[in-house]
């Protein structure tokens, strides 16, 4: 009996110390400060190019089911809630769910062309928090999608024409 509750409270010290080691390492990534809630979609589905707004009255290859409105794959799958933090000419982009002290990925402001800009459909609607917009952007040539609320976009978005002189910068 004894050593089945030292075995329970040994087990719940350790998910404490798990939830506490998240907390902390949000709390040490907001530090600095200019950060946003922004979860991001990696690995783009290949079943539309993001650099083609998608024609609803085009024939459909042979085999092929018809994509959701709003453009590309949104079964909502792929999406992984993250944090963004401005770091200079650069977003850091962490997962929530994560204990890495790294950033999973570093956007840099003269790589990120924004393709276009839409609200999220079918299963993205449950995968993503409410209100967000769905930004598909490339970096460096490989597509990726951000969803973050209205007024972290405002902020992206103006982070990304503030460039310095000479740099180029594609916001749709």
């Known amino acids: 009996m004894v050593h089945a509750v030292v075995i329970v409270v040994a087990v719940l010290l350790v998910a404490l110390c798990g939830?506490?080691?998240?907390?902390?390492?949000?709390?040490?990534?907001?530090?600095?400060?200019?950060t946003f809630d922004c979860s991001a979609r990696l690995r783009v589905p290949a079943a539309a190019d993001p650099a083609e707004p998608l024609d609803p009255d085009a024939p459909l290859p042979s085999g092929s089911a018809p994509a959701p409105e709003g453009g590309g794959d949104s079964g909502g799958k792929g999406w992984v809630f993250g944090i963004g933090r401005y770091n200079r000419d650069s977003v850091e982009w962490f997962r929530v769910f994560s204990y890495a002290p790294r950033p999973r990925k570093v956007l840099q402001r003269s790589r990120i062309e924004v393709l276009h800009r839409r609200t999220p459909v079918g299963q993205e609607e449950l995968a993503l928090l409410s209100g967000a917009v769905v930004l598909t952007c490339l970096h460096?040539?490989?597509?990726?999608?951000?969803?973050?609320?209205?007024?972290?976009?405002?902020?992206?978005?103006?982070?990304?024409?503030a460039a310095p002189p000479g740099q180029r910068v594609n916001v749709a």
């Open 19 to 34: 939830l506490g080691a998240f907390a902390v390492r949000r709390r040490l990534i907001q530090r600095p400060g200019g």
């Open 140 to 161: 460096a040539g490989e597509p990726v999608e951000l969803a973050m609320s209205e007024d972290a976009l405002t902020g992206f978005l103006a982070w990304l024409e």
